[in-house]
């Protein structure tokens, strides 16, 4: 699976943003899918992610209640609707397909990453 992650960009605080994330290949709907981010000089983190059929998410507790994660097995595409976006938000924001039937937030039970898109929160 190769993952394309797009729709980063740089906005204010209180803005929105939708990153997606597009695979190819026909197994995307075999993979639960996860969103992570980066800070510069930081550990990539864990954000949201959603099992195969889209049925269940999960978010870290920073981005609960502001970010929204979905999927559309259709089109092979993930996005993360990122609401009420503050500065510490910044980050490069990567996907990732995982194997596991279960939710998780292990950057270890991820197998393919995309190369990720930065988004940029001024204050």
């Known amino acids: 699976v190769q993952l394309q992650a797009s729709g980063g960009g740089l906005v204010q605080t209180g803005d929105s943003l939708r990153p997606s994330c597009s695979a190819s290949g026909r197994t995307f709907s075999s993979y639960g899918v996860g969103w992570f981010r980066q800070e510069s000089g930081k550990e990539r983190e864990f954000v949201a992610a959603?099992?195969?059929?889209?049925?269940?998410?999960m978010y870290t507790d920073s981005a609960r209640g502001r970010f929204t994660i979905s999927r559309d097995n259709a089109k092979n595409t993930v996005s993360l609707q990122m609401s009420n976006l503050k500065p510490e938000d910044t980050a490069m924001y990567y996907c990732?397909?995982?194997?596991?039937?279960?939710?998780?937030?292990?950057?270890?039970?991820?197998?393919?990453w995309g190369q990720g898109t930065q988004v940029t929160v001024s204050s």
């Open positions: 990732a397909t995982s194997g596991r039937y279960y939710l998780t937030k292990l950057l270890s039970d991820y197998t393919y």
């Open positions: 959603i099992v195969r059929n889209g049925g269940m998410t």
